[in-house]
């Protein structure tokens, strides 16, 4: 199994382009979310998915769209890149949802992002 | 909301020192618990867990306990290697309503030979 992966690993966009950042995995899961980590905040949920067809908001969605049509891929498209969204990337999959408590979350290798 | 807070970084402690890595939780419900770990230029995966008050999650030679008196689940290892060292992360979930993890803001560890 591959795990989560995640492309590209490394990304410079000039502010306005956009770009879809792309996240599978190979372990079946429903579960699916994408976080960024930037220094000094830990990470944060921009989108998540909890199935095939449906994706719902973390806690900094602005900026961000997602589309969840196989249960392997979740890509996290930048509408219109702005350099607040300078960050790292990371999308994470797992059987069920935290909600249930317990589960391990597995997460890709991040996506390190630059918007100048 | 739910919230956690780490002990603010870095931490450099020699090779063979204990380590503690303190974390506090603020939850309505009854979360589980994670510590998980960064390596340089790594994702993130999950180095122990505990579900339940009074739980100890050990792996690795790491172990914290699920405190819900004190609403704490503080990371230890009795005597850290270079290899050790890395971004270390707690986070909660499972608390009712919410359907992410709950991450604090991590704290670097650099352990020096």
């Known amino acids: 199994n591959a795990g989560v992966t995640q492309t590209p690993k490394f990304q410079v966009l000039k502010t306005g382009q956009s770009m879809t950042l792309q996240c599978a995995q190979d372990m079946n899961h429903e579960y699916m979310s994408w976080y960024r980590q930037d220094p000094g905040m830990g990470l944060r949920l921009i989108h998540y998915?909890?199935?095939?067809?449906?994706?719902d908001q973390g806690e900094v969605p602005n900026g961000y769209n997602v589309s969840r049509s196989t249960t392997e891929d979740f890509p996290l498209r930048l509408l219109s890149a702005a350099p607040s969204q300078t960050s790292v990337y990371f999308c994470?999959?797992?059987?069920?949802?935290?909600?249930?408590?317990?589960?391990?979350?597995?997460f890709g290798p991040g996506t390190r992002l630059t918007v100048t | 909301g739910d919230s956690v807070t780490q002990m603010e970084g870095p931490v450099t402690l020699s090779e063979e020192a204990f380590l503690t890595i303190n974390c506090t939780y603020t939850a309505t419900g009854y979360p589980s618990l994670f510590w998980y770990v960064q390596y340089p230029g790594e994702g993130l995966q999950l180095l122990l867990k505990a579900t339940k008050a009074d739980d100890k999650g050990s792996n690795k030679g790491f172990e914290a306990t699920y405190r819900k008196e004190t609403t704490s689940f503080h990371l230890e290892k009795g005597s850290v290697q270079v290899s050790d060292s890395a971004v270390y992360f707690c986070a909660l979930s499972g608390n009712f309503g919410n359907e992410k993890l709950t991450f604090g803001t991590g704290t670097r560890l650099t352990i020096i030979p």
């Open positions: 994470a999959s797992s059987y069920t949802t935290p909600l249930q408590g317990g589960e391990e979350q597995y």
């Open positions: 998915s909890v199935g095939a067809g449906i994706t």
